[in-house]
């Protein structure tokens, strides 16, 4: 099972958007409703920000919000703040055999 | 408050073993599947292993198939993954997390495996 590719690296100043694609197949990212995104700071565990697809954990701010288009999903930060500087990834489901996938991670910088 | 708390990392020679416990507190574990992550320093995260609430179906990455192996105690509310004929390769931080439904709520704070000689 490949990872999903995600872009290595996007930016934003203060207040501005930043979009993060992860691209997979039909077999994982279009094949189920099962996506998830996380954020890690660094040196910290990975924290759960969206979840099949769209979905928000009760106390993620809804600046950051979650949608797919065939086999891309992508992650929204809105009115980017300094404290959402961080990597993020994204996972998939991918079926019993081997369940689950992640992305390849993208660092946020807020300038 | 639910804390997820890794344990049994360290410094082992290629080809040894080691056993990683994950202990939980502010929830009791059974009724939930449970998984193994890591990530290799300064790489992305890689699913390892999961574990239904019952103990009785795992799964596991293509990877470490063969050699690691992932078990549960409900009783004691624990999750441990032996890990057998280690690699360089298998460096890395190991989190075990919770699946709330294929996505994973919470994860402990991670325990470094470093295999070298």
């Known amino acids: 099972q490949s990872a999903l590719t995600q872009p290595p690296s996007a930016s934003g100043s203060p207040g501005q958007s930043v979009t993060i694609s992860c691209t997979g197949t039909s077999s994982d990212v279009g094949g189920y409703n099962y996506v998830s995104w996380y954020q890690q700071h660094p040196g910290k565990a990975p924290k759960l920000m969206i979840y099949?697809?769209?979905k928000r954990p009760s106390g993620v701010p809804d600046r950051f919000s979650g949608s797919r288009s065939g086999n891309t999903a992508s992650l929204t930060v809105s009115g980017l703040q300094a404290e959402d500087e961080a990597d993020y990834y994204c996972?998939?489901?991918?079926?019993?055999?081997?369940?689950?996938?992640f992305g390849t991670g993208t660092k946020v910088t807020v300038l | 408050e639910v804390q997820l708390v890794e344990s049994g990392g360290g410094l082992v020679q290629p080809g040894g073993s080691l056993r990683l416990s994950c202990g939980a507190s502010g929830l009791t574990i059974s009724r939930s599947w449970m998984h193994w992550v890591r990530q290799a320093p300064g790489e992305g995260l890689m699913w390892v292993s999961r574990?239904?609430?019952?103990?009785?179906?795992?799964v596991y990455a293509d990877s470490v198939r063969g050699r690691f192996a992932i078990s549960r105690d409900n009783a004691e509310n624990t999750l441990s993954l032996q890990m057998n004929s280690l690699r360089a390769e298998d460096t890395a931080v190991y989190y075990c997390?919770?699946?709330?439904?294929?996505?994973?709520?919470?994860w402990g704070q991670g325990t470094l495996v470093t295999v070298s000689s």
């Open positions: 574990i239904s609430s019952d103990g009785r179906n795992a």
């Open positions: 997390a919770i699946d709330s439904g294929r996505y994973f709520t919470y």
């Open positions: 099949e697809v769209n």
């Open positions: 996972c998939s489901y991918a079926g019993n055999n081997s369940p689950y996938v």
